[in-house]
């Protein structure tokens, strides 16, 4: 068995991994059929490639009104759950704004990551 992880498939899960993975002490490894993104041993961004779809499941705390906004116009694609867990599900050719993914990421990460990583990124 081969400890590479896999490329993905779409250039927009590429795009979530690069900005994912520039966050301090970020490894990425598996989480059953979706690859997971921690810091600091906590996970603040799982994103997966199935079907010829992409998703993308996070925490968010003050975007959560601005999802549940979309949820209302969209619950297939936007799906806003307890404790600001969020998951998110496009065609890779129909994905949400990379500029608004990233800024949802870097909330999630803020919000999970152990704060002694959190402050790293305020040094860099």
């Known amino acids: 068995m081969s400890n590479q992880i896999e490329q993905f498939h779409h250039a927009i899960s590429q795009e979530i ?3 994912a993975m ?11 059929v979706n690859r997971a993104f921690k810091a600091g041993g906590k996970n603040f961004v799982f994103l997966g490639e199935k079907d010829g ?6 925490k968010l705390d003050g975007s959560v ?8 116009t969209d619950a297939e694609r936007w799906q806003v759950g307890k404790g600001g867990w969020t998951l998110i599900r496009f ?4 994905a949400p704004p990379v500029a608004d993914l ?8 803020l919000l999970l990551a ?9 040094e860099e």
């Not at 520039?22 to 059953?32: D, N, V």
């Not at 779809?53 to 996070?58: D, K, P």
């Not at 999802?67 to 209302?72: D, I, N, R, S, Y």
């Not at 990233?102 to 990460?109: A, K, L, P, V």
């Open 53 to 58: 779809e992409c998703t993308i499941r996070l």
């Open 91 to 94: 065609p890779p050719d129909d």
């Open 102 to 109: 990233q800024r949802w990421i870097t909330e999630s990460f």
């Open 114 to 122: 152990p704060k002694k990583v959190s402050k790293l990124l305020a």
């Open 22 to 32: 520039t966050f301090p002490q970020t490894e990425e490894g598996a989480s059953c």
């Open 65 to 72: 009104p601005e999802l549940q906004a979309l949820a209302k």
């Open 17 to 19: 991994r690069n900005h």
